[in-house]
């Protein structure tokens, strides 16, 4: 069975602080998908990153970056200077093959103040 | 591009009333559907999901149905609603090819009372 586990529930920060939101994940398949997700007060989720389980470069797309260890089954995901807009609660998820369903983390709320 | 769209965005209904969520996709063609509820406490739960016309999978027995009567349109439907069932009702649609990401709808907020 897969299970993907956000420990943290809510974090705040002040803007422009840095923050790391973890997620780790088990699943016995050698082949996997990892996501994360972004959802705003109007409730849409937004799609963030995927990583496949064959590809561990970690990943910078502006502010964000991910860093995924498969010797520590973790997809942390890292916002450098925080801003206001970046508040909402974000999921990880995890799939084992393509098209297959996501099996959530119970997301984090984050709030970022100014 | 593509767009999901879903409807109604929120709904209040009594218990025991019926319940039909519609969501539909634009700018593709044979897309994987799926529904997710979104319960207070913000785990998400995929309900059903189909790879075709008239094709639907059930995740979790319930007293929810889905339906897929054109390509890109998907269907959630209950015979009598439960307290239970109030939530956030999450469309999702995927390319049916080599793909991964699911892209979600703007969702249905159900309130039973």
């Known amino acids: 069975a897969q299970k993907v586990t956000q420990a943290q529930t809510e974090i705040s920060v002040v803007e422009k602080e840095d923050v790391t939101l973890d997620c780790v994940y088990e699943?016995?398949?050698?082949?996997?998908?990892l996501f994360w997700y972004k959802q705003p007060p109007s409730g849409e989720l937004v799609f963030l990153i995927r990583r496949n389980s064959f590809d561990e470069q970690n990943e910078i797309s502006g502010r964000y970056s991910w860093n995924f260890q498969k010797s520590t089954s973790s997809f942390n995901f890292t916002i450098t200077a925080s801003q206001v807009v970046d508040s909402a609660v974000y999921f990880c998820?995890?799939?084992?093959?393509?098209?297959?369903?996501?099996?959530f983390g119970k997301g984090i709320t984050l709030s970022v103040r100014p | 591009s593509q767009t999901i769209h879903q409807w109604p965005a929120t709904l209040v209904q009594p218990v025991g009333s019926p319940l039909s969520l519609e969501c539909t996709v634009e700018?593709?063609?044979?897309?994987?559907l799926y529904w997710y509820r979104q319960a207070a406490g913000r785990g998400l739960q995929l309900l059903f999901y189909?790879?075709?016309?008239?094709?639907i999978s059930s995740e979790v027995p319930q007293n929810l149905s889905a339906s897929r009567p054109q390509d890109r349109q998907f269907i959630l439907s209950s015979k009598k609603l439960l307290l239970s069932d109030s939530g956030f009702y999450l469309c999702a649609w995927s390319v049916s090819s080599v793909t991964y990401e699911q892209y979600f709808g703007p969702g249905t907020r159900l309130t039973v009372t």
């Open positions: 699943t016995r398949d050698t082949t996997y998908y």
């Open positions: 189909s790879v075709g016309i008239g094709q």
């Open positions: 700018g593709t063609s044979n897309p994987n």
């Open positions: 998820a995890l799939s084992k093959e393509a098209n297959s369903k996501l099996t």
